[in-house]
Antibody, heavy 120, light 106 residues
Framework: QVQLVESGGGLVEPGGSLRLSCVASGFTFSDNYMSWIRQISGKGLEWVSYISSSGHSIYYADSVKGRFTISRDTAKNTLYLQMNNLRAEDTAVYFC?????????????WGQGTLVTVSS | EIVMTQSPATLSVSPGERATLSCRASQSVSNNLAWYQQKPGQAPRLLIYGASTRATGIPSRFSGSGSGTEFTLTISSLQSEDFAIYYCQQYNYYYTFGQGTKLEIK
């Protein structure tokens, strides 16, 4: 069965960095677009970034552009999110989610999420 | 950015009754609309995609309709496990989510 397991969250000071990982299993990782989506406590969902199956097409939400970098390692079946220059407003639970085999499809599987807290 | 607006924010319904949730897009998203269910402490779960297609394993009491800018999620006979928060999401131009509708027990 499809599984996505995130890790790497934690407490970091404003201006600091963190790298999130998402290990995928139960499907051919290289077939699917992957995304990061975040949820501020008690609030709604915000898409953060996606990466194509090949890794050649990458997009970011304006709120993280220039600070976050998404990448994937097919050999390790792992999706990453490098987060730099973190701000208090980046505090959220970060989910990785599987997209389709084409651009702009729905998210059919989600990980359980990892909490990122940005605070001094 | 396409803004998704859900109504109502909270819906109180008795078990066994029907629930109707609405989602409006600020511009047409064709039928590129999904619905998700989220329970406390859990990740969202895909219910509906393509505005009206149930995802794998989703009970037939869940149905979606609409196209363009107006969409509806209907739960025909509420079960105890259906009380949760529901989000709509467009994937026609990048991705945006509605703010959610909390479905609570009346």
């Amino acid at each position: 069965q499809v599984q996505l397991v995130e890790s790497g969250g934690g407490l970091v000071e404003p201006g600091g960095s963190l790298r999130l990982s998402c290990v995928a299993s139960g499907f051919t990782f290289s077939d699917n677009y992957m995304s990061w989506i975040r949820q501020i406590s008690g609030k709604g969902l915000e898409w953060v970034s996606y990466i194509s199956s090949s890794g050649h097409s990458i997009y970011y939400a304006d709120s993280v552009k220039g600070r976050f970098t998404i990448s994937r390692d097919t050999a390790k079946n792992t999706l990453y999110l490098q987060m730099n220059n973190l701000r208090a407003e980046d505090t959220a639970v970060y989910f990785c989610a599987r997209g389709g085999e084409r651009q702009l499809e729905y998210f059919d599987y989600w990980g359980q999420g990892t909490l990122v807290t940005v605070s001094s | 950015e396409i803004v998704m607006t859900q109504s109502p924010a909270t819906l109180s319904v008795s078990p066994g009754e029907r629930a109707t949730l609405s989602c409006r897009a600020s511009q047409s998203v064709s039928n590129n609309l999904a619905w998700y269910q989220q329970k406390p402490g859990q990740a969202p779960r895909l219910l509906i995609y393509g505005a009206s297609t149930r995802a794998t394993g989703i009970p037939s009491r869940f149905s979606g309709s609409g196209s363009g800018t107006e969409f509806t999620l209907t739960i025909s006979s509420l079960q105890s496990e259906d009380f949760a928060i529901y989000y709509c999401q467009q994937y026609n131009y990048y991705y945006t989510f509605g703010q959610g509708t909390k479905l609570e027990i009346k």
